[in-house]
């Protein structure tokens, strides 16, 4: 399960398809070391998006995979 303070590279190693999600909100350095390191939490707080719904959408798309 993903929270906000899952870093980026975290969520990108549990699933590469996460990808997406970042680049929806225009965070398209996320492969970079820094970006990586960075919280989820931080990443949104900088690019203008609300942490709570891109950790429940990532959320809900490692459950859809999973299924």
């Avoid at 492969?31 to 390191?37: D, F, L, Q, S, T």
């Avoid at 939490?41 to 990532?58: F, L, P, T």
Wanted: proline share 1%; glycine share 6%; aromatic share 6%.
């Amino acid at each position: 399960m993903i929270t906000k303070t899952s870093t980026i590279g975290e969520i990108l190693d549990l699933d590469e398809s996460t990808a997406q999600f970042f680049m929806e909100m225009g965070m398209f350095c996320f492969g970079c070391p820094a970006a990586r390191e960075e919280s989820l939490e931080e990443a949104c707080a900088v690019h203008g998006v609300d942490s709570d719904e891109m950790v429940q959408r990532i959320n809900e798309h490692l459950a859809v995979k999973r299924q």
